[in-house]
């Protein structure tokens, strides 16, 4: 694999049922690519809690996975409202879900503190009123 593997996908906005269609399609085609299913469970994790964010926050985005010979980076990037403090929504258990949202078992302030957690990095570029863009790496070796 001498370049990467691009793979896109567009998550839909304000649709639970939805959320998590990329992650379960990428956990597939890693696994048709032969990465360690150790390595398949950490990205499908990160995928999933940034896909719900994007459902929660900002109206859905997209997420582009790259697979390259070491590492697989996922880019998630939406036009919602922007992380006003992103050092704040680092804190596990803080969480700007309104109430509806916590009441379908969502929100609980873990989806942030989980992506970086189950990641070997991660960035977070935010600007209020444009929206966000954040890049994980996963590192394959």
Do not use: C, W
Request: net charge negative; charged share 25%; hydrophobic share 40%.
């Amino acid at each position: 694999m001498s370049e990467a593997i691009n793979f896109h996908y567009v998550v839909d906005g304000d649709d639970f049922t939805s959320a998590g269609e990329a992650s379960v399609d990428i956990k597939r085609k890693l696994r048709q690519l032969g990465v360690d299913p150790a390595i398949i469970r950490r990205v499908s994790i990160a995928m999933y809690e940034g896909e719900v964010n994007m459902v929660i926050h900002a109206e859905g985005g997209t997420v582009d996975v790259n697979v390259y010979e070491d590492k697989i980076e996922m880019i998630l990037s939406d036009e919602g409202p922007g992380i006003a403090n992103v050092e704040l929504a680092m804190k596990a258990g803080f969480s700007t879900a309104p109430d509806y949202v916590r009441s379908l078992g969502f929100g609980a302030g873990m989806g942030l503190p989980n992506m970086k957690s189950y990641t070997d990095g991660m960035e977070i570029d935010t600007k209020i009123g444009v929206g966000t863009t954040i890049t994980m790496v996963v590192n394959l070796k």
